[in-house]
């Protein structure tokens, strides 16, 4: 059994599932076809929150001189470090300078009471294009030394992390958070299943994903040395995905924790190996692209290093390294500000939802619930019991499936991510639709990223409001000439 749930549904198959869906409804709802909002409102399009890019662009310093750069590699017969007799193409010098120095620049100092690590540039290993094809060769690497073995995840991790794992011949096994709306990281049922794991010799490793995706989690210096303690014990080797880390304010790395025990303090760096790339900070594209791994553990870096047999050109050394040389702190400051402008302006709309006259006394005075802190790109909502009861919603891809059949938004359910919750996954910061005008009547610019918040949530609450009138899943699904779903068997949500 699972530390999450009762018997798990296989979550290569609720991923799977879950996209083939997708393309069956999206390809009903055509462009003409209209979703209801409140107040008489109408619109078209799919909302588009499914999705995990920042929408952002690129900093204007980066971008400059990613054009230089890009001159430079087009405009030369020989391109930049061609005369370089000590280029290693699987491992540009040049670039693990770059990530040490500024792509792992949170784990130096990340908090008073953090010393943190500096990162050098022989702790890091890259990958071309993306921190995905990084982690893949990681967990690869886990499990040529556990095949067939389990990779502890906490649940509510990346959304097809199941197909990467999978990918490698290990299973997940979910370790729990806590059940209020923090959602922290449960170092109690961590422990019991990392125990249970390693003495029937299963444990391939564990895989944080920190800050969280879809859920941040708020965590203080002594949950993290709790949660450290625990990793330490278990003697497992602990990934650390932290793709989002320069979209929230305050993270601490927890590579960065030195951690007491009987036997002295254990540095974390030491025992886990952080993963992130330079698509969603620096906001990174095509070529300019790569991922970046680092660790205190010398022989595991040198296992995966081996595995990194992709070699970089010298043109994508040189572009990829101007954009990360070239962002400033600030160019990051701005776009958290940024994040957390839409996620008060989301947590405004979900207030008010719950005010509504005839939702509060249909489904009491919180209808929908805000997991996490409140940071990062997306806002991971869950449904009171009474919504699903009323809409005869038995697990998270029905509410996937509802969202987008009827209201057109396009969600992430939470069972992707490894949770049972009856909760889906926004992307707040900047929700699409391309059917949404740039301008007003008067020709004046909008606000594409608030616009489309607001009416994704105008949207949602005319759902909520025809649940409490009486409509179910199935009858609004039937009224756009689809089959319910069934329920998954492991997947149903525990009331």
Not at 236 to 256: E, K, N, Q, S, T
Not at 392 to 415: C, K, Y
């Amino acid at each position: 059994m699972n530390a999450v749930g009762r018997s798990a549904a296989d979550l290569r198959e609720v991923v799977d599932r879950s996209e083939a869906r997708k393309r069956v409804v999206r390809a009903r709802l055509r462009d003409d076809l209209g979703f209801a909002g409140t107040r008489g409102r109408g619109y078209a399009g799919v909302v588009d929150a499914y999705h995990g890019d920042t929408g952002l662009a690129m900093a204007e310093a980066a971008a400059a001189a990613r054009e230089v750069a890009w001159k430079e590699v087009n405009e030369s017969e020989f391109p930049p470090g061609y005369g370089d007799p000590d280029y290693d193409k699987r491992q540009p010098r040049r670039l693990l300078e770059a990530a040490a120095h500024r792509m792992f620049a949170a784990l130096s100092r990340p908090a008073p009471d953090v010393p943190g690590v500096r990162v050098e540039p022989d702790q890091v290993v890259v990958a071309p294009y993306s921190s995905t094809l990084l982690l893949e060769e990681v967990v690869a690497q886990l499990a040529s030394r556990c095949p067939g073995g389990a990779l502890v995840c906490p649940e509510m991790f990346y959304k097809n992390a199941p197909l990467h794992v999978a990918k490698s011949g290990l299973r997940i096994e979910r370790s729990a958070v806590t059940a209020d709306d923090a959602a922290r990281i449960d170092p109690v049922a961590l422990a019991e299943l990392l125990a249970r794991l390693s003495n029937a010799g299963e444990l391939a490793g564990v895989l944080l994903t920190l800050p969280g995706n879809p859920v941040v989690a708020d965590y203080t210096t002594r949950e993290l040395l709790d949660i450290g303690r625990v990793l330490v014990d278990s003697g497992a080797r602990v990934v650390c995905d932290m793709a989002f880390d320069h979209l929230v304010a305050g993270h601490v790395p927890i590579a960065a924790m030195r951690v007491p025990t009987a036997h002295g303090e254990v540095a974390m760096f030491d025992r886990v190996l952080t993963v992130t790339g330079n698509s969603k900070g620096y906001n990174a594209s095509g070529p300019t692209k790569i991922g970046a791994a680092c660790t205190g553990d010398a022989r595991w870096l040198g296992e995966v290093r081996e595995r990194l047999t992709i070699a970089f050109q010298r043109e994508t050394t040189h572009l990829a390294a101007a954009v990360i040389e070239n962002t400033p702190d600030a160019y990051f400051e701005a776009n958290r500000a940024l994040a957390q402008r839409q996620q008060r302006r989301a947590l405004r709309r979900i207030a008010e939802i719950n005010r509504c006259d005839r939702i509060a006394a249909r489904f009491g005075p919180a209808a929908l619930r805000p997991l996490g802190s409140g940071h990062g790109m997306f806002s991971t909502i869950e449904f009171a019991p009474e919504v699903l009861a009323a809409a005869g919603i038995e697990d998270t891809p029905q509410l996937e499936d509802l969202l987008l059949a009827v209201a057109g938004i396009d969600s992430v359910g939470l069972l992707r991510t490894g949770s049972e919750r009856a909760a889906v996954r926004l992307n707040v910061l900047t929700p699409r639709n391309r059917h949404t005008p740039a301008r007003t009547d008067d020709g004046e610019p909008v606000q594409r990223r608030v616009s489309v918040l607001d009416e994704m949530f105008d949207r949602l609450e005319r759902v909520l409001l025809d649940i409490a009138d009486g409509r179910t899943y199935a009858e609004a699904v039937a009224s756009r000439g689809l089959t319910p779903l069934a329920a998954m068997g492991g997947g149903r949500i525990a009331r």
